[in-house]
């Protein structure tokens, strides 16, 4: 009993109301449906995983096919947005279709080469590789949203697969009371690349392309500015875009990168500080010392967030400065060393319960459980007089157990966890009834009271244990599969049912036992 309390009240920092009920609540955590919160469904834009894996491709190809001089016209997605696992290959010689097959065997091999018309070559990404990138970017996806709101401190959080959509999310974050702050981070890719800047900035992406006669550079993209680019120029009005052309693939990017913190920059104002890893470092030491002279640009989330040029080579350290808050800087930070999202997500759905019904849901729960309880005691009482008193006794020690329970093992109590608590109330009442009526039975047939108790016991013990059996074996099954306030109603009633055959037919038979060794001879049983 004592090792139940404490699990349900731990130990308080002091011995007042408010000490002990601030214990209470730091032991039983409660779901979103009682503590309020937010609640959201993501879906996982999985194709811009296939798309990233297939660019990769493009570029390992055509760095293979220069290096064994296989001549070539272009090297393409025909279709990025339907068909983005697919790389056409066109002008390919046909005394060269050997080499191609051998490099795509050697280097691509998950991926299928198949000819074309007028000398070209379909690369085609394997179904079971398509398939297990999106599965791994929904995984991905989970962990690394998991991470970011670790360490945002948010308390018994839920993260998991949706089970009713496909690359969907399940995000459930109790007593979160910054919802926006939560979905920035967590929808922000934070895809950190650091790539050559060829030429910028420009007003728009006309006036770009007409610097460099309608056609871009080869091997380099268009990218507008991010906000701290704007806030750096002091363009704080929302004037449009500035655009820059920097190189299509990037000297690091946020794989390379070993951690990333808070710091300050010469004038003291928040910057983001990170190192690479060793190979990452090795690359970007390879990539500036070739560009001296030139500028380099630092792109976060497909944006350019900063323009510098390089003054000498710089090895495995870096800073990304900027008009930063400090909140900004520790967020941005975070994201880093969490990781990138290997895709971006959508909000499917979005719910927030406040915490004026979370206290009334915790009031209505309460009030029901006590009320019900309090009926059932009192009947007892009066309808098996003395017995009432075990089965009384029976019913307290089996709620202290399961709210024991739920302190130890940190399970979340929610809505229809309390529901569960009503349930398990409920067969504990049937479990000693059934006792009660067999002991009754007993007594009529003119057996004494401890045979008659003896008898009711044994006789009751098996239809309990099939009930109980039963009932947690459903519950299991409601655990394996269900989400959120669902599990939380199994875990109620399987920790409630266990705790139940321990109080209805252990607990209560000591008791039984121990009155009736004090009956004097010609004493009735009081039930």
């Known amino acids: 009993m004592l090792a139940f309390l404490i699990g349900i009240i731990g130990i308080p920092k002091g011995l007042n109301g408010q000490s002990l009920i601030a214990s209470i609540q730091d032991r039983i955590h409660l779901g979103l449906d009682l503590k309020g919160g937010t609640h959201l469904i993501l879906q996982v834009r999985v194709n811009e995983a296939v798309n990233s894996d297939s660019d990769r491709a493009i ?17 393409a997605k025909p279709d990025p947005v339907n068909n983005s696992d697919r790389v056409l290959i066109k002008g390919v010689p046909p005394e060269s279709a050997a080499d191609l097959r051998s490099v795509v065997q050697d280097r691509l ?11 070209s070559w379909v690369l085609a990404m394997k179904p079971q590789t398509l398939k297990d990138i999106k599965t791994r970017a929904v995984a991905q996806a989970i962990e690394t949203i998991r991470n970011r709101i670790d360490q945002l401190g948010v308390s018994e959080p839920v993260i998991e697969e949706h089970g009713l959509g496909q690359y969907q999310i399940l995000v459930q974050l109790p007593g979160v009371d ?32 007409q610097a460099h006669n309608g056609i871009l550079p080869p091997d380099t993209v268009l990218l507008p ?43 003291n104002r928040p910057a983001v500080g990170f190192t690479l890893t060793a190979e990452g470092g090795r690359r970007f030491a390879q990539f500036t010392g070739a560009h001296v002279n030139d500028k380099l640009a630092v792109v976060l989330d497909h944006k350019v967030q900063q323009v510098a040029t390089i003054q000498e080579q710089i090895h495995d350290q870096g800073r990304i400065t900027g008009s930063f808050s400090e909140e900004e800087s520790k967020d941005l930070s975070m994201v880093l060393r ?8 959508t909000y499917l759905q979005e719910s927030t319960v406040g915490p004026s019904l979370g206290a ?5 729960g ?7 309880m309090l009926a059932v005691m009192v009947f007892m009482l009066v309808y098996y007089r003395g017995a009432g ?56 047939n003119g057996k004494t009271a401890p045979s008659a108790v003896e008898q009711g016991f044994g006789r009751a013990w098996v239809t309990i244990v099939d009930t109980h059996v039963t009932t947690i074996v459903s519950a299991f099954i409601l655990f394996i599969f269900g989400t959120g306030p669902v599990k939380g109603f199994a875990v109620t009633l399987t920790f409630g049912l266990l705790a139940n055959l321990f109080t209805a037919v252990f607990v209560s038979r000591v008791i039984f036992d121990a009155h009736v060794n004090n009956l004097k001879r010609g004493d009735a049983l009081s039930i």
């Open 389 to 444: 008193i075990n089965a009384d006794l029976a019913l307290i020690l089996n709620l202290i157990i399961l709210l024991g329970f739920l302190g130890f093992s940190g399970a979340t109590l929610t809505l229809p966890g309390i529901a569960g608590v009503i349930l398990t109330v409920g067969m504990g009442v049937d479990s000693n009834v059934l006792i009660f009526e067999r002991i009754r039975e007993e007594l009529r």
């Open 178 to 209: 910054d919802p926006a702050r939560v979905k920035q981070i967590m929808q922000s890719t934070a895809m950190l690349e650091i790539r050559q800047a060829v030429d910028g900035p420009f007003p728009t992406e006309q006036a770009a392309l």
């Open 366 to 372: 309460v009030l029901a459980a006590v009320i019900g």
């Open 338 to 345: 969490s990781g990138a999202l290997p895709a971006g997500i």
């Open 109 to 119: 091999s998950d991926y299928d080469l198949s000819s074309g018309p007028e000398n």
């Open 225 to 267: 500015e991010g906000p701290l680019m704007k806030r750096r120029a002091g363009n704080t009005q929302d004037t449009g875009d500035q655009f820059y052309i920097v190189s299509r693939t990037a000297a690091v990017s946020g794989r390379d990168l070993r951690d990333a913190q808070m710091t300050r920059d010469e004038n």
């Open 59 to 75: 570029e390992t190809l055509k760095e293979q096919m220069r290096a064994k001089n296989i001549a070539y016209a272009d090297v």
């Open 360 to 364: 009334d849901s915790i009031r209505h």
